[in-house]
């Protein structure tokens, strides 16, 4: 896949890959048989690798959060200027939201 969704990939795989790793990094703790270095080393290694991902997750999120209100904020943008031209070409077609007085009228 190319195009915007190339800027993704990175971040994506780099979950992919701690979360593997954090499997076997787990897997190697729960197998220990005290004192255990390497199974150490691997508890080490899961805790960096949670922190990692966390890390990653909030960038992710960020990113995620300005696009879709970016996204919002130009859809906002096109409907107006939709509305203002629909309203400017027959103003009797589209005459707005009912103000206060044709709210209390049609009681």
């Known amino acids: 896949m190319t195009g915007p969704q190339d800027a993704w990939d990175g971040a994506l795989a780099a979950l992919r890959d701690n979360v593997e790793n954090l499997g076997v ?3 190697i703790w ?3 048989s005290e004192p255990d270095a390497h199974a150490r080393r691997c508890a080490n290694d ?6 990692t991902m966390l890390l990653d997750l ?4 960020a ?6 209100r970016a996204g919002d904020d130009a ?11 629909r309203a400017r070409r027959d103003p009797d077609d ?3 939201p009912a103000g206060p007085e044709e709210t209390e009228a049609g009681r």
């Open 46 to 51: 899961a805790v960096d690798a949670i922190d």
């Open 25 to 27: 990094w787990i897997a």
């Open 75 to 85: 859809t906002a943008i096109r409907a107006d200027k939709l509305l203002a031209e």
């Open 63 to 68: 990113r995620l959060i300005t696009e879709t």
């Open 94 to 96: 589209f005459p707005g």
């Open 58 to 61: 909030y960038t992710v999120r």
């Open 30 to 32: 729960e197998a220990r």
